[in-house]
């Protein structure tokens, strides 16, 4: 059966260093998205991808995360300078379209900032 | 603005106990709401959603829109039910989603 696949599972970085997320979404889904998710918390939507394009982008840090999907497919979001408060789950999720289809999720990467 | 509440982060039952999980929303719209389940060490997965008005696992849902609510009940709880629910509101008109802040729920032998 076909997974979303994330990397790296776990990251430990100092703060003030960059870092980056990849997200390979389930072949011949259309929409991706991004989440952060900060314990004890669910997860917070941070960019909505439709194809390559970027569909919401509301809730994401401009100054210092940016995303991105360049062909349509895999997606990679960074974090430079990462700070304390970014310690959290990075998850990736992707459906087939942006309305009422399920979103199948990836296992997360788990970011440590030091 | 779009919002999601579960008011309790905690909830115990013992097995063969009805199970209810509270969910209200806010929004102004027709809101799609489903409910993922994350078991432990597994990824976050879709249990239900209004739309399709089925029961999954013994799990259902009614959507009131009077009371904006979605509360997930099983009428006789498993112990392999013990897991994290979240609800979540989707958006139809921007396509965004909205997750609660989840509810763990322990089912005691």
């Known amino acids: 059966e076909a997974e979303v696949a994330q990397s790296p599972r776990y990251k430990i970085t100092e703060k003030s260093q960059a870092v980056a997320f990849w997200c390979d979404p389930i072949s011949g889904h259309a929409t991706l998205y991004w989440y952060r998710q900060i314990l004890g918390q669910g997860p917070e939507l941070l960019v909505q991808?439709?194809?390559?394009?970027?569909?919401?982008d509301s809730q994401l840090p401009k100054d210092r995360f940016s995303a991105e999907r360049l062909k349509g497919v895999d997606s990679t979001l960074k974090i430079q300078p990462a700070e304390l408060g970014d310690s959290a789950m990075y998850l990736c999720?992707?459906?087939?379209?942006?309305?009422?289809?399920?979103?199948?999720f990836g296992p997360g990467t788990r970011l440590t900032v030091t | 603005a779009q919002r999601v509440t579960q008011p309790e982060k905690l909830l115990s039952v013992f097995k063969g106990a009805p199970v209810e999980l509270k969910c209200n929303y806010s929004y102004s719209g027709s809101p799609e709401l489903f409910w993922y389940v994350q078991y432990s060490r597994q990824r976050l997965q879709l249990l239900l959603r209004?739309?399709s008005r089925e029961s999954i696992k013994g799990f259902t849902a009614d959507l009131n829109k009077g009371e904006t609510s979605f509360h997930l009940k099983k009428p006789f709880a498993q112990e392999e039910d013990s897991a994290m629910y979240y609800c979540?509101?989707?958006?139809?008109?921007?396509?965004?989603?909205?997750f609660g802040d989840g509810t763990t729920l322990t089912v005691k032998p």
């Open positions: 209004h739309i």
């Open positions: 999720a992707s459906s087939l379209g942006r309305s009422g289809y399920e979103q199948y």
């Open positions: 991808f439709q194809d390559e394009s970027v569909v919401d």
């Open positions: 979540a509101l989707h958006n139809t008109n921007a396509g965004k989603s909205t």
